[in-house]
């Protein structure tokens, strides 16, 4: 034991037990020289607590948790889709909204019936992302993404997952639903965030760690 394993790839542990983001995931990291690891693969339960009020707290929590159980390089997401006329909600809690016992669709209807009596121009919302990344030597850094639509009357397409049927883009008149997961990813809070990932983790392999100086710019641990 010990010593540096050369010829073993790198491995970066995408840790989701979200299977639509773990399609979107894989696609959108593609270019990254790492070898892309799941949370099944390596035996490992997708059941960090997301005890944190933010999203970006939640994506630390739960990169962490991982990196520190399997030793990994991890990258995780927190998101959600946050809906103006409800103050925010249903935010953090996008995947529990309801409460346990709620699939994707039951969830959709439950956001729809609370939305039954606002007028189009007030349905406005935007799905956010948060990405951590967590280094096995301490370090965590972040970034983000959102976009924003309009919460639809009524569900359309069938790609995508969670909230996708609903969420309609005003620009394509679609919702991100009716998109190609290619397409989805170009203009989504997850895509965008995850293009600032891959940037990231392609300076930290050249060899400017995460701690490394901070750029003219400033701190860029969470910029939008
Ligand atoms: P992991 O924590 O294991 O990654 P999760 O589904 O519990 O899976 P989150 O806590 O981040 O993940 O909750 C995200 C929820 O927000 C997700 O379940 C959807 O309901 C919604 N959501 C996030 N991104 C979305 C997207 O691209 N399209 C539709 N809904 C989305």
Redesign the pocket.
């Known amino acids: 034991m010990g010593g540096m394993v050369e010829d073993v790839p790198m491995r970066l542990l995408v840790?989701?037990?979200?299977p639509?983001?773990?399609r979107?995931f894989e696609e959108l990291l593609r270019e990254v020289p790492l070898e892309i690891t799941s949370?099944d693969r390596v035996g490992c339960k997708?059941d960090?607590e997301?005890v944190g009020d933010t999203?970006e707290e939640?994506?630390i929590i739960?990169a962490r948790s991982y990196c520190r159980r399997t030793g990994l390089l991890t990258l995780?997401?927190?998101?959600?889709?946050e809906v103006d006329a409800l103050g925010g909600d249903?935010g953090?809690?996008?995947?529990?909204?309801g409460g346990p016992g709620y699939t994707?669709e039951g969830?959709v209807e439950l956001l729809l019936r609370n939305l039954r009596d606002v007028a189009w121009e007030d349905r406005t919302g935007r799905?956010?992302?948060v990405i951590a990344i967590a280094w096995p030597e301490g370090q965590v850094r972040t970034v983000e993404g959102a976009v924003e639509g309009i919460i639809q009357y009524e569900p359309r397409g069938a790609n995508?997952?969670?909230?996708?049927p609903v969420?309609h883009l005003p620009h394509l008149g679609k919702t991100?639903?009716e998109l190609s997961l290619k397409d989805?990813n170009e203009l989504?809070?997850?895509g965008r965030a995850a293009k600032k990932a891959v940037a990231l983790l392609r300076e930290t392999l050249a060899g400017q760690g995460p701690e490394g100086p901070e750029g003219p710019e400033g701190p860029e641990g969470s910029e939008g």
């Open positions: 840790a989701t037990g979200n639509g983001k773990a979107e949370l997708a960090a997301e999203f939640n994506a739960k995780a997401d927190d998101s959600g889709l249903p953090v809690r996008s995947a529990r909204y994707d969830r799905f956010r992302c995508g997952f969670g909230y996708d969420f991100t639903a989805k989504s809070h997850r």
